[in-house]
């Protein structure tokens, strides 16, 4: 039998009320990223993104992205997905699974599309970002926008670090994400602060529905 993955019974319970919190039939949030990534000759990099994440379960969601690239709107509407390049006025829309997790899984593999946060989304969130991890313990608790949370460190073989922030209280929202590629090239890594956290919105089905642009 391999050996039980050596995550401490706090880091366990931490995950384990986030994912209850994130389970929640609708939501919102404000996202933050820093991607570094290895430029041609090695150096590290950085590229810019702030976004607006709107959630229904189990099939509906919203992303409103805004970066140094440009901006990006993604419309998921349970049957299928549309990408919108707002600027170069283009989009795609491809058929996709019935679930969040499945929705994200072909965007992967059709469109190398990545999204860092998509294990927070899916229908087990604390089941999903535990996927994989060897290790799990606390380094400390900080204060974020002015609330404690406690700074967890999980590992996943191979050479993955995932830093997680989350609020020291029964909601325990992430409020900060640092995934960090040990054995990719220039070591990238994704730094994400979470904040705005809305749970008593009622998106319409209206809301979740492409309109291509002109």
């Known amino acids: 039998l391999p050996p039980a993955p050596a995550i401490s019974e706090g880091v366990s319970t931490a995950i384990a009320q986030m994912g209850k919190s994130l389970e929640a039939a609708q939501f919102s949030f404000v996202a933050s990223t820093l991607r570094v990534y290895a430029g041609q000759h090695g150096q590290p990099l950085h590229i810019a993104h702030s976004m607006k994440v709107t959630v229904r379960r189990p099939d509906r969601l919203l992303v409103d992205v805004t970066g140094d690239d440009g901006s990006v709107r993604l419309v998921y509407d349970g049957k299928q997905v549309s990408i919108l390049g707002v600027e170069s006025n283009k989009f795609a829309t491809i058929p996709v699974p019935d679930t969040i997790k499945g929705m994200w899984e072909t965007l992967a593999d059709r469109l190398d599309i990545d999204f860092p946060l998509a294990d927070l989304l899916s229908s087990e969130p604390d089941k999903s970002v535990l996927f994989g991890v060897t290790s799990g313990k606390e380094v400390n608790v900080v204060t974020i926008d002015g609330i404690q949370c406690r700074h967890l460190l999980l590992t996943e ?10 609020e020291k209280n029964d909601r325990a929202l992430p409020r900060r994400v640092i995934i960090t590629y040990r054995t990719m090239s220039g070591q990238p890594s994704v730094f994400a602060d979470l904040s705005d956290w809305n749970f008593s919105i009622h998106p319409s089905d209206a809301e979740f529905v492409f309109q291509p642009p002109k």
Do not use: N
């Not at 073989?157 to 989350?166: A, D, H, M, Q, R």
């Open 157 to 166: 073989s191979p050479g993955v670090e995932i830093e997680l922030w989350v």
